[in-house]
C-alpha cells in the first residue's frame, strides 16, 4: 500500500490564480480529511468526507471547496488564491480511530 | 466543544535524559485521545492512542502516556531521550461520538534533544 499520498509536494500561486491540490489513499477508508498546518497552530481542518458523495465544513473552509466522487479521491480546491493561504496542507484518512497522513503539500500564494 | 492545550512550546532535553511532554484537554464527553509526532518535512505519525481500558499506553519508539481523567491529561514520557527524538510533537482529542472522527489538535510542541 501506498498509504495517503498528495500532489504537488510545493506550489508557489499568484495572487488571485486557482489550483487543486490532489489527495488519493489506496486502504479504502471511508473517512478523509484536510488540514492546513501553520506555525505554532497545530493543524486545524479545513473539510473532511464520511463517504464518496459527502463532504462537510471543517473549522476553517472560507476559501476552499473539495468533492469527494470515489472512495480513494479526495481533492482541495482553491479558487482565488490569497496570501493568508500560504501554508502547509495535509490530508489524512481514517481506519479505527488513526488518523493517516500524507506528506504535505507546501503552497506559497505571493 | 473540545479543545487541547499544549504547555510549552519548545522543550530542551539534554540526550539521556527524561521527557515529558504536557497535554492538557477539555472534553464534555469522555474523550480519545492521540499523541502524534512530525519529523522535519514529513507528515503526522501516531505515537499512541487511548480509547478505552488502561490508562498507560504504550506507543512506539519507547514513548507512554497516562490517562488522566481528574486532572484532564495525557502526558507523553520517555524515560531517556535519543537524538532521534527531536521532532514536533501534537496532542490531539476526539469525541468518540461524533460522526466524522474529527480530530482537534494542540498547537504542537518541539522538542530538542542536545548532545
Known sequence: NAGVTQTPKFRILKIGQSMTLQCTQDMNHNYMYWYRQDPGMGLKLIYYSVGAGITDKGEVPNGYNVSRSTTEDFPLRLELAAPSQTSVYFCASTHYNEQFFGPGTRLTVL | ?115
Not at chain 2, 512550546?9 to 539521556?16: K, P, Q
Not at chain 2, 484537554?25 to 503526522?44: I, T
Not at chain 2, 487511548?50 to 502516556?65: D, P, Q, R, S
Open chain 2, 1 to 115: 466543544a473540545q479543545s487541547v492545550t499544549q504547555l510549552g512550546s519548545h522543550v530542551s532535553v539534554s540526550e539521556g535524559a527524561l521527557v515529558l511532554l504536557r497535554c492538557n484537554y477539555s472534553s464534555s464527553v469522555p474523550p480519545y485521545l492521540f499523541w502524534y509526532v512530525q519529523y522535519p518535512n514529513q507528515g503526522l505519525q501516531l505515537l499512541l492512542k487511548y480509547t478505552t481500558g488502561a490508562t498507560l499506553v504504550k506507543g512506539i519508539n519507547g514513548f507512554e502516556a497516562e490517562f488522566k481523567k481528574s486532572e484532564t491529561s495525557f502526558h507523553l514520557t520517555k524515560p531517556s531521550a535519543h537524538m532521534s527524538d527531536a521532532a514536533e510533537y501534537f496532542c490531539a482529542v476526539s469525541d468518540p461520538g461524533n460522526q466524522g472522527g474529527k480530530l482537534i489538535f494542540g498547537q504542537g510542541t518541539e522538542l530538542s534533544v542536545k548532545p
